[in-house]
Nanobody
Framework: QVQLVESGGGLVQAGGSLRLSCAAS????????MAWFRQPPGKEREFVAT????????FYADSVKGRFIISRDNAKKTVDLQMNDLRREDTAVYYC?????????????????WGQGTQATVSS
């Protein structure tokens, strides 16, 4: 069983930065692709970024490309999301997700394990 706990959310002004972190438990972390999704107020959950089991491959949603960076540390069992140049439309609950497979995916339904989410709010 994999448990995921997110941290690092908060309130920031537009143009600012936040760093989200996800800590994983369990012994399969290094063989799992990981991802961040988000759910803006009143909207569906959407893909943000994903990273392969060894960090060798990443993929981003067009809306965050060039501003967000996903990274992982298999020794520490963590995956981070560095969010720069934040915009009001980045306001959402951000979720960490783990896939029971080494390769990346942008599809929500392919992730079996989810954290409880952390709120990130961007003010103008």
């Amino acid at each position: 069983q994999v448990q995921l706990v997110e941290s690092g959310g908060g309130l920031v002004q537009a143009g600012g930065s936040l760093r989200l972190s996800c800590a994983a438990s369990g012994h399969t972390f290094s063989s799992q692709a990981m991802a961040w999704f988000r759910q803006p107020p009143g909207k569906e959950r959407e893909f943000v970024a994903t990273i392969s089991w060894n960090g060798g491959r990443t993929f981003y949603a067009d809306s965050v490309k060039g501003r967000f960076i996903i990274s992982r540390d298999n020794a520490k069992k963590t995956v981070d999301l560095q969010m720069n140049d934040l915009r009001r439309e980045d306001t959402a609950v951000y979720y960490c997700a783990a896939r029971a497979y080494i390769f990346i995916s942008t599809l929500l339904e392919e992730y079996a394990f989810w954290g409880q989410g952390t709120q990130a709010t961007v003010s103008s």
